[in-house]
C-alpha cells in the first residue's frame, strides 16, 4: 500500500518549522499511543505512521532528501540520501542482524535518534479515611523533568541546533567490519543520538530537559483503598527528542483512622457500653461517615456481640453495592468506685449467688464445668 505524505500525517505545511513540526508529532502521538488505544490494531498502525513521519521529518538531511526526491529520497532500499545504502552485500545482512542483537537500528528499523518516550513517574499520596470513602481533590507537587524552554528541547543554544555527527552521519551507529562480518555498535561520539551539540544551551547543558517542580491538581474518586492508583496520562517526564512525556502514576495509601478500621467495603468499630446498659438494655449513639445514629442495645448483651448497620460502609470505586458498619460492643468494667458503690456491688452479688450462678451466669458456669472435667480425666 502507498505510502501517505509525511507532513499530511503530521498535519502540517511543507514549510513548517521544526517546533511545529514536534508540536504536531507530540499531538498526534498522544492520540494514536497503543496505552490510549488498546487492541486498536488502526490506531497502532497510524502510531507507527506518525513516527516513522517525525523520524524524516525531525532531521534536516532526511527530511531535505524527501522534499526533492519524495519517499524514494529516504527508502533505505532505494538508495536515497536518507537510507543507509543499497540492497547491501551478505556482510550487510549480517551486520544489520548483529545491530539488532547489540541495541543498533538495521533497515526498517528505528535509530536511537529517533522520539523517545519519557519515563512514567510514581507519587505515593497519603489519604485519610474519610477522603478515601467520600472522593476528593488534592494538590500535589512533584519533581519532574520537562522540555527546556529556552531551547524548544534541542539542548542547543538559542539560534543553533544540533548537526549531524560526522562519525555516524547521524544514523546513531557505525559499522565495525570483522572479518566477514559486519557489526553495528552504537556510535561513540553521539553516543547514539545521531546529533552532536557544538554550542550547547547553557540552561539545560545540551540536555534538551531541566528538572523543575510542578503542581498538579489530582481527583480522587469516592471508594478508593490502599494499593490503588490514579493515572495522569502526560504528566511523566519529558521525552527524549520531541517524543511524547511519559505519565504519572499517583499510589493511594489511606491512613489508618482513631475509631474506625477497614476491610474492603466494610467498616467495623469497637462501642463500649456499661455493665447497666449490657445488662438492662438501652440505646446509643454511635458514630459514622455520615454522622450519628442510634442503636439499640438489646438486655444481656454481652462482650464481642456484632451489631451490623447496613449501607454505612464503603461504596466500592468500581461499582456495585455500599458495605456496611459492623459495631463491636464492648462492655465497660467500672472503675474508682466509691465504697457505697463498692457496698451495692457486694449485695448484687450475693443476689447472684442466692439466685444460683448457673441461671444468670451461664458461660461462667459451663467454663468451670470444663475445667473441673478436664482435670477429673487427668487423675482417673
Do not use: W
Not at 6 to 14: I, K, N
Not at 92 to 105: E, T
Not at 160 to 169: A, D, F, L, R
Amino acid at each position: 500500500m502507498a505510502k501517505r505524505d509525511y507532513y499530511e500525517v503530521l498535519g502540517v505545511e511543507r514549510g513548517a518549522s521544526d517546533k511545529d513540526i514536534k508540536k504536531a508529532y507530540r499531538r498526534m502521538a498522544m492520540k494514536y499511543h497503543p496505552d490510549r488505544n488498546p487492541d486498536n490494531k488502526d490506531a497502532e498502525e497510524r502510531f507507527k505512521e506518525v513516527n516513522e513521519a517525525f523520524e524524516i521529518l525531525s532531521d534536516d538531511q532526511k527530511r531535505g532528501a524527501y522534499d526533492r526526491h519524495g519517499h524514494a529520497g529516504v527508502d533505505p532500499n532505494m538508495g536515497g540520501a536518507g537510507g543507509f545504502g543499497g540492497a547491501g552485500n551478505f556482510s550487510d545482512i549480517f551486520g544489520d542482524v548483529f545491530g539488532d542483537i547489540f541495541g543498533g537500528a538495521g533497515a526498517g528499523g528505528q535509530s536511537r535518534s529517533s522520539a523517545q518516550h519519557g519515563a512514567d513517574l510514581r507519587y505515593q499520596l497519603e489519604l485519610g479515611l474519610e477522603e478515601a470513602v467520600k472522593g476528593a481533590s488534592k494538590k500535589i507537587r512533584i519533581p519532574t523533568l520537562v522540555e527546556c524552554k529556552t531551547c524548544d528541547g534541542s539542548g542547543a543554544k538559542k539560534g543553533s541546533k544540533p548537526v549531524n555527527c560526522s562519525t555516524c552521519g547521524g544514523v546513531g551507529q557505525v559499522r565495525m567490519q570483522q572479518g566477514f562480518f559486519s557489526v553495528q555498535q552504537t556510535c561513540p561520539d553521539c553516543r547514539g543520538s545521531g546529533k552532536i551539540i557544538k554550542d550547547p544551551c547553557r540552561d539545560c547543558r545540551g540536555q534538551g530537559r531541566v528538572q523543575e517542580y510542578k503542581t498538579l491538581s489530582v481527583k480522587i474518586p469516592a471508594g478508593v483503598d490502599t494499593g490503588d492508583r490514579i493515572r495522569l496520562a502526560g504528566e511523566g517526564e519529558a521525552g527524549v527528542n520531541g517524543g511524547p512525556a511519559g505519565d504519572l502514576y499517583v499510589q493511594v495509601s489511606v491512613a489508618d483512622h482513631a475509631i474506625f478500621q477497614r476491610d474492603g467495603k466494610h467498616l467495623y468499630c469497637e462501642v463500649p457500653i456499661t455493665f447497666v446498659d449490657a445488662a438492662l438494655g438501652g440505646e446509643l449513639e454511635v458514630p459514622t461517615l455520615d454522622g450519628r445514629v442510634k442503636l439499640k442495645i438489646p438486655s444481656e448483651t454481652q462482650t464481642g456481640k456484632l451489631f451490623r448497620l447496613r449501607g454505612k460502609g464503603v461504596t466500592p470505586v468500581r461499582g456495585g453495592s455500599s458495605g456496611d458498619l459492623m459495631c463491636r460492643v464492648v462492655v465497660e468494667t467500672p472503675v474508682k468506685l466509691t465504697e457505697a458503690q463498692k457496698e451495692l456491688m457486694h449485695k448484687l452479688q450475693k443476689t447472684f449467688e442466692s439466685e444460683g450462678e448457673e441461671r444468670q451466669s451461664p458461660k461462667k458456669t459451663s467454663f468451670f464445668e470444663g475445667v473441673k472435667k478436664f482435670f477429673d480425666d487427668m487423675t482417673s
